[in-house]
């Protein structure tokens, strides 16, 4: 790594000893999308997770013009009063893998979307007001589902939950259809605060399917 570039999104979860970010770092001049993960036991750092999409083929995305600075959303700190408890954010988060396995749209398993929520996927606008990427995909809650038909069932880790900043941080991997094919793996942080979901950003990366637990139990 030679240097960071303008976007970086942390999170921080001090009830479990986990941060963690979403940056942009570059490495010899080339721009590589970067996931951090580290766990702290008794001030020590216990565990290190470090992964690198360098190109639209790892990523199947690679849109670096959309993450030059991190999102005002992400970001703002809602009041006190806007906070969900940390059950009910996580709770509220999990919404989203249960529609990919379950449902053709997300308004099918009452998921709990704000009109104008959105989500970027590795800096691509896929859902929300501004999405331009498919007919429909303006309204995340009704946006159709059924790509994920094909990628078989998601296995879904809770990574971490920021209590401050109203963030949840999933980890989900995808199982494939055909014997030794690849897999997708997502990062992906939901902004919650009023009883809904704002925003979803996520950095993903094609991965081994041997690779589905991340080398973490």
């Not at 690679?62 to 009041?79: Q, T």
């Not at 209590?163 to 999933?170: A, N, T």
Request: glycine share 8%.
């Amino acid at each position: 790594m030679t240097r960071l570039r303008g976007f970086r999104q942390d999170i921080i979860d001090e009830r479990a000893g986990v941060v963690g970010a979403h940056v942009v770092v570059e490495e010899t001049g080339a721009p590589v999308l970067l996931v951090v993960r580290l766990k702290v036991v008794a001030d020590k750092l216990t565990e290190m997770e470090l992964v690198a999409t360098r190109s639209r083929a790892e990523g199947l995305i690679f849109n670096i013009d959309g993450l030059s600075a991190p999102s005002a959303m992400m970001n703002d700190a809602p009041r006190s009063g806007q906070l969900p408890t940390r059950d009910d954010a996580i709770k509220a988060a999990l919404h989203y893998p249960q529609g990919l396995n379950t449902a053709k749209t997300f308004a099918a398993v009452n998921a709990p979307f704000a009109p104008d929520a959105y989500r970027y996927e590795n800096g691509q606008v896929m859902a929300g007001p501004d999405c331009k990427f498919a007919p429909g995909c303006q309204n995340i809650s009704s946006q159709s589902l059924e790509i994920f038909e094909r990628l078989g069932d998601v296995q879904t880790r809770v990574i971490a939950a920021d209590e401050r900043m109203g963030i949840v941080w999933l980890r989900m991997a995808w199982g494939v259809r055909e014997r030794g094919g690849d897999q997708l793996t997502v990062w992906e942080m939901f902004k919650v605060y009023d009883g809904q979901i704002h925003a979803v950003e996520a950095f993903m990366r094609i991965l081994p399917v041997e690779k589905r637990n991340g080398g973490w139990e």
